[in-house]
Nanobody, 127 residues
Framework: QVQLVESGGGLVEAGGSLRLSCEAS????????LAWFRQAPGNEREFVAA????????SYADSVKGRFTISRDSAQNTVLLQMNSVKPEDTAAYYC????????????????????WGQGTQVTVSS
């Protein structure tokens, strides 16, 4: 069983930065992809970014490319999402997810392939 706990959300002004953290319960994630998704009120949950546990492959939604960076700290069993130059449209609940069923950059954005989810952390960007 995998447990994921997000932290780091909050209120930030447009143009500012925020860093989200996802702590995972498992010691070994060698065959997993860890990802961030987000969901704004009234919208479907959407892909943000993903990374293989080795760090060799990353994938980003077009809407966040060049602004967000996903990374992992294997020693801390943690996946980070550095959010820079945030915009009001980045406002959403952000969820960490884990999958053992995807390892290619193309499939990392497929939400149905993720089996484990955190409870989410709210990010609000004010204009």
């Amino acid at each position: 069983q995998v447990q994921l706990v997000e932290s780091g959300g909050g209120l930030v002004e447009a143009g500012g930065s925020l860093r989200l953290s996802c702590e995972a319960s498992r010691r070994t994630f060698s065959n997993y992809v860890l990802a961030w998704f987000r969901q704004a009120p009234g919208n479907e949950r959407e892909f943000v970014a993903a990374i293989t546990w080795s760090g060799s492959i990353t994938s980003y939604a077009d809407s966040v490319k060049g602004r967000f960076t996903i990374s992992r700290d294997s020693a801390q069993n943690t996946v980070l999402l550095q959010m820079n130059s945030v915009k009001p449209e980045d406002t959403a609940a952000y969820y960490c997810a884990a999958s053992k069923r995807t390892t290619t950059a193309q499939s990392m954005a497929i939400i149905r392939l993720y089996d484990y989810w955190g409870q989410g952390t709210q990010v609000t960007v004010s204009s």
